[in-house]
Every structure is written in C-alpha cells, then in structure tokens.
C-alpha cells in the first residue's frame, strides 16, 4: 500500500527545475506524511536492472545529485556491487539489513546500510524501493572512539610495563646492594687478618664487580622500560572528557552503575592521554567498588577551584576505604613491602604526579571514598 | 673527644646491617635504625653526626627525615642519601637542600666508605670548633659588666683611648680592666682576642693565626 502510493506520487509530479525543489502537489493528509518522510529517509526507486526510477530529496542529498541526474541511471553506479538480481525475495520480505560501500556524485565513498522492499501490486513493471542509510559518521565517530581506546590501551601497556620494571629494579638492588657491602665488608676483615692474602681479595672484588655488574644492568634495562614523559601542554578539560564518555557510557550499564560526570570548562597543563587514563583508571575503580552495593553511584567531578588550580574528583557510594587502606595508599611506596595499592593505582598515582599534582582520598558525600587531585591551570586567553 | 658517629637508616635489614658492619670494620662507629620513625622518636644527642639514609620508607620517608633533621640540627650533622630508586628530580632538590650525595644502590661500597669517611673528618673539626665555641662563651660568661664592654670595644677594633671616651670612663681604668678580660679570656695577646671572639661568631676558619689588629 504504502509502496504504490509512493510510487504514485513520484510520477504524478510535474518536471523541475535542476537546481530547485518546488512545493510537491499534496493530496491528502497521508501523501503530506509520506512526502515529509521522503524528505527524512532516503530512498530510490530502481526497476529490474536496478535503474533508478525515482530519488527522494534525502537520497539526492545523500549523494549529491540532482533527481535529474539519478534517474535512469543504475544503482550499480552509486552503490559499488549493487544488483538487484544478487537480492532473494526472501531478503527483500524480511527486510534484512545489508552494508555496502556507495559513492558520491564528486567521487567521495561512504559506508551504506540498505533495506529494499518489493513494490506490490499498482504498477505494470517489478519495482524495488531502497532505502538507504549513510553510516559515514557513525564510522567516524566508532573510528574515533576505537583509536582513542587503542592509544590509551597502548599508552596502560606502556606504564604497567614501566612500572613494573621499576618496582622489580627497586626490589631487586635492596639485596644487591647488600652483597656487595658484605663483600667489601670480609675484604676489610680478611686483609687485617692478613690470613689469605692476595688471591682471596682478588676473587671478592671479582664477586663484588659483578653484583654491581647486575646493579648495571637492572638500571639499564629500567630505563630502556620506562614510559617517556611527555612535557605538559595547555588542554581543554571538557574535549577529553568527552572524548572518554563513550567508554565511561559503556561500563556504568554494564555494571548497573549510574555515573554522572559533573565537569566545569577549564585549561589545564597536561599530557592528554596520561590524564585520561589515570581518570579512565579511578571510574573502573569507583564501578568496581559499588558493584556489590545497593547504592550503585559514581561521580566525575571537576572545578577550578582557586586561580591556579582545577580539581578533579571521583566519588563513589561504596562502602569507603578503612583508616589503614587509606594510610597504605598513601604513603611513599615501601621498599621492602608489596606494593599494596595494586599496579592500577600505583600508575595512576605517578600520572598525577607527574601532572604536578598529588592524590588525595576522602570521604564522598554519596557515602564512599572519594580520589581527587590536582592540575595546574593554563593561562586562558581571551576569545570568542 | 669522641669520634663522630655513622647512623644508617634503612628498612631493608640486609641493607642495614651490612652498612653497619662495612662502616665498623673500618674503624667507624656505626649503628643501625630500621626507620625514620625510630630514629626520631629515639634521636642520639650528638653535637655532630653523620646519617645514611634510603629514601622510601615507610613512614617517614627520607627526603621529609632530611628536611627535619635540617631544622633540628642543621649543618652540625651531615646527610647521605642511597637509594634504590634512582629518582634524579629528588636528586637535585635533595643536594640543594644540603644533602652530601646521592648515592644509587646498588653502589661501589668503597664510594660510600670514602664518602663517609671525609664526613667524619670535617664534623671532627667541627665538632672541635663547636666545643671552643662553647669554652669561650663559658669564659665571656664570667665577665663583669664593665668588663664585657671593654671586650666589646676591643673586640670591635677600638683604642684603649676611644673606649675610655665610650664608656666615660679613664683610659687607666680601661688597662685595668683590659687586663682583667685578657686574663679572664685566657687570651695572650689582643690579636688571640681578636681571632677567638671571631671563632666564636663562626669565622674560625677565615682568619689566620699572626694577623694583627690595629690596636
């Protein structure tokens, strides 16, 4: 029903102009609705051998060509591949979704998405109706998203890889360190004794030169490891905010969580994708911490707080931290105790510092603990 | 007088104690402190000492026990760091707050032993120093009034014939009481005078013995 007044209605109209769109010749209500949902959908008209025989406004637009232009031409043309015969009844009943890459009249391809449907009854010849949808954005914007998702996955990499680097190095010259030292130290005493002589003092120096020797290595292979710094630049706040709610958006529902991002404009010295993946890092946290509460809320909050500095903050309504959790995450990392934070924290905690900022943990007025920091703010120019 | 001693603060034990052991064997006076917490709470009264330090500790780290240990007792006690981390910023704002060196672990322990060594060689000096500045403010304590100005006088350069005219009294009572303060002081002339009451103010080490003041 609906196809046959389509079709109909595209034929009844009179020849136009190339260059413009005169008022269409409305019936009846319903022809006003389906002229205004041509304006909204695009759509074509294609025979047998997929000719196009009628374009709506949108689909010119889509393609950017004149109804003139398209008509008679086939649909192989703009849309690559395209052939009618290739489509089953089936599909064309069903009103399967097929991807398709197509291209404009200047030459521009875009991703497609098409739904066709069989014109029943009303004309003398088989006609298909195609509607069609241009997914370039929507690329674009899944593109973007992944892109950012890899940088900051790499960038996460990078850093545990340098952190881990640094705190095993750590660890491991604490008892090298000592070797040495007890080596020198049965030098000392060996040569008041006067006991071995020569030959013995010589083999501890051997030994000592090679503890040391590993002393080399593990820092060498410490700075091959560790994440490169980059300097500081003036960002926008809200851009990377933006730019990392689709993955925030992706992970509140998933875990039932509601987070609310709560974020004033500013200008602030930093390394984009480090600051996003230390505040990437606190949301997983916060979402982790509520996921076993009734109350599932996260809050991602920032403010200039003075005219030096903007506050950012994550809130959560879980169950908070202990005096003791608070202590250990606090305090400079201990040499000879594991690293009680866990690699995430301990990461995010160097970004903030190497931000010119440091944490500092509270309790949330949602009830749970609260992480913020500090960044410096940039010197906004006037625009605008 | 004693020599002065090593403390070494470490939470690492095997650290600490082979520190300790290195530092005895050769000749030094040595004793171990597993945090900064510990050493605080339990300070040795020491007018001179050397500490060896690591910086991640728990608790007190070590760049927060450097910045106390400055104010409690500034130059009289001298600071190493070692460190396991090798953190070059903390480096640099360390040694300008007056830190020795900055030694990484693991480190040619001969380094630190020499490096330790030529601490405990100035702070004797300067433990010596110290202790006749204490004499001399013990001796100057002993003067009369009148007395004390004289010294003042003299110490700053007058004659004999000005600081009568200070102090409005005749230049014969002054010789008396120039005498009196010249014995008091132990000095034996006026330029000993002159170069203790600068070693008292600080400047021992600028002067040189036989310079003379105008008298």
Redesign the interface.
């Known amino acids: 029903m609906f196809a046959r007044k389509l079709a109909r209605g595209w034929q009844d109209r009179p020849p136009k102009q190339a260059s413009e769109t005169p008022p269409p010749i409305v019936n009846t209500a319903r022809e006003a609705r389906l002229t205004a949902l041509l304006t909204v959908t695009p759509a074509v008209t294609i025979d047998a051998r997929s000719r196009i025989l009628a374009i709506s406004s949108s689909a010119c637009a889509l393609f950017r060509m004149t109804e003139d232009e398209a008509r008679g031409r086939g649909l192989g043309d703009l849309v690559e591949g395209f052939n009618l015969a290739t489509i089953s009844r089936a599909t064309h009943q069903s009103g399967q979704i097929s991807y398709w890459k197509a291209r404009r009249s200047d030459g521009e391809r875009f991703p497609v998405s098409l739904q066709t449907a069989e014109v029943v009854g009303g004309t003398s010849r088989s006609e298909v109706v195609v509607a069609l949808n241009d997914l370039s954005l929507w690329r674009a914007a899944d593109l973007q998203n992944q892109k950012l998702s890899e940088e900051l996955h790499q960038a996460w990499r990078q850093n545990s890889v340098g952190q881990m680097a ?1 705190t095993l ?3 491991l ?13 049965t030098q ?2 060996l040569s ?1 004794a006067g006991v071995l002589g020569d030959s013995a003092g010589r083999t501890l120096e051997l030994a ?1 030169g090679q ?2 020797r ?2 080399a290595i593990i ?1 060498r292979t ?1 700075k091959l490891l560790a994440a490169e710094d980059a300097p500081l630049q003036p960002e926008p706040i809200l851009p990377m905010i933006q730019e990392l709610e689709p993955m925030i958006g992706l992970l509140g529902p998933e875990a039932g969580t509601t987070i609310h991002i709560d974020v004033e404009a500013g200008l602030v010295m930093a390394d984009r994708i480090q600051l996003q993946q230390a505040l990437a890092n606190l949301v997983r946290n916060a979402v982790e911490a509520v996921a076993t509460c009734e109350q599932r809320q996260v809050r991602l909050m920032g403010r200039a707080i003075s005219f030096a500095y903007y506050e950012l903050r994550v809130e959560d309504s879980g169950a908070g931290l202990s005096d003791e959790e608070t202590r250990r995450i606090l ?7 594991p690293n009680g934070m866990g690699l995430g924290l301990s990461i995010t905690r160097r970004i903030v510092e190497v931000h010119g900022g440091s944490m500092s943990l509270g309790k949330s007025a949602l009830g749970g603990a609260a992480f913020a920091f500090c960044l410096q703010r940039a010197p906004e120019t006037r625009n605008l | 007088m004693k020599t002065p001693s090593v403390y070494v603060i470490d ?2 034990f ?2 600490r ?3 300790v ?2 530092l005895r ?2 000749g030094l006076r040595a004793r171990g402190f597993a945090s900064g917490t510990d050493f605080l709470s339990d300070l040795p009264s020491d007018p001179v000492a050397c500490v060896i330090t ?6 007190i ?1 070590g760049a927060e026990l450097v910045r106390r240990l400055n104010t409690l007792k500034g130059d009289a006690w001298s600071i190493v760091i ?1 460190t ?3 953190d070059v910023s903390s480096a640099v704002d360390l040694m300008k707050a007056g830190v020795v060196d900055f030694i ?7 380094r630190l ?1 020499e490096t330790v060594k030529g601490c405990v060689a100035q702070l004797r000096q300067l433990a010596v120093d110290l202790e006749d500045r204490e004499r001399l403010e013990q001796k100057l304590g002993l003067l009369t009034t009148r007395e004390r100005q004289v010294y003042d006088g003299l110490a700053h350069g007058r004659s004999n014939k000005e600081i009568a005219a200070d102090l409005e009294i005749s230049p014969r009572t002054v010789e008396v009481f120039r005498a009196h303060v010249m014995t008091k002081m132990e000095a034996s002339s006026l330029s000993d005078l002159l170069r203790m009451d600068l070693a008292r103010l600080g400047y021992a080490r600028q002067l040189t013995p036989g310079a003379d003041a105008a008298a």
Do not use: C
């Not at chain 1, 010259?173 to 130290?185: D, I, V």
């Not at chain 2, 690591?54 to 608790?59: A, E």
């Open positions: 640094a190095s750590h660890e010259n604490q008892p090298l360190a000592a070797a040495a030292t007890y080596l020198q130290a000392a005493d008041r000592k503890v040391l590993a002393g820092r410490r305090e400079p990392q201990s040499s000879s105790k | 939470d690492d095997a650290v104690d082979a520190l052991l290195l064997s050769e690591d910086l991640r500790m728990p608790g780290g070692i396991g981390h090798g990484e672990k693991p480190f040619e322990p001969l032993v």
